[in-house]
């Protein structure tokens, strides 16, 4: 079982590919969704009085857990507005509105503290702690942040850091937080805080997986369409810790075919707007691109 803590939201987003004033969004409802495939996922988010039951079924028939997901009458949901040019590994954000998002600050339940897994999306850090410090000590601790809070609160996001068993982060802003240009330097700077793994998202060039023992690089999927890079790295997310919460152990190789099962989720989501693809797929075309993954990255050895 997976607690997460995010945000459902709706979003305003153009793509070189086209432009959609709003959809549903939020880095926790694309993160459950993907989760859900693997395991039980308890939602931990807020909503106005803007999101209809409409909107909500996106969760419906899932192994998602309800309970923790606040409706506040009289207020407006979390809303992002973002652009993106051909280089789509980068986002602009045009617009970002807090609303009921503002004042939220969740007290989970006994079920949500005592989940083996906990996934703190992006969110300002000392918040993400909040929700930490309510977790009766969860088998994998893990968030993801941006760049907005490596800019203006990166003492905090240390705090964070040096607390959490996983960090899910970009390339870009590994070299933000360590001021180092080379990745592999980076991210032994923070596996140096006593983080045990860092998953460093690359977007179209995949994803490295760093311990302090092992290196683990995976490709992307190659799509042809990659329509809207939105949620990419949530749902990554989402597969990734979804798969590994569903896991006995949870070593190496688990964590291997986690990074594999992440990224295939990945490549559903930015094939259209908003969850759209992910709504329709079943976990038979997860496995499907899974194989297919395996098939692109297999090579034998050679003989001399
Ligand atoms: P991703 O593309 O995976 O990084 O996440 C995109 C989702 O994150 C969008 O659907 C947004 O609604 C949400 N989002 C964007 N900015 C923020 C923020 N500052 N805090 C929380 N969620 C955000």
Known sequence: MITVFGTVAFDAIQTPFGKVDRCLGGSATYFSVAASFFSRVQLVAVVGEDFTDDDASIFAGRNIDLDGLQRVAG??????????????????T???????FANFRPTLTATQRKAPVIFLANAEPDLQLEVLEQCESPRIAALDTMNLWIATARDALTRVFRRVDLVIINEAEVRQYTN?????????????????TL????????????????????????????????????????????Y????????DADLRRAIIFGSTLASFTVEKF???????????????????????????????
Not at 94 to 100: A, C, E, G, I
């Open 75 to 92: 207020e407006k949901s979390f809303f992002w507005s973002g652009e993106y040019g051909y280089d789509l590994n980068v986002a602009k």
């Open 94 to 100: 045009r617009d970002t509105q807090l609303n009921v």
């Open 180 to 196: 180092e240009a080379n990745l592999i330097k980076g991210a032994r700077q923070i596996l140096a805080l006593g983080v045990k």
């Open 199 to 242: 998953v460093i998202k690359r977007g179209e060039y995949g994803v490295l997986m760093m311990t302090n023992d092992a290196v683990f690089a995976a490709p992307a999927y190659p799509l042809e369409a990659v329509f809207d890079p939105t949620g990419a790295g949530d749902t990554f997310a989402g597969g990734f810790l979804g």
């Open 244 to 251: 590994l919460a569903s896991c006995a152990e949870g070593n």
């Open 274 to 304: 908003s969850l759209d693809r992910l709504r329709e797929i079943t976990i038979d075309d997860v496995y499907a691109r899974y194989r297919e993954f395996r098939a692109l990255t297999h090579f034998e050895d050679f003989e001399v």
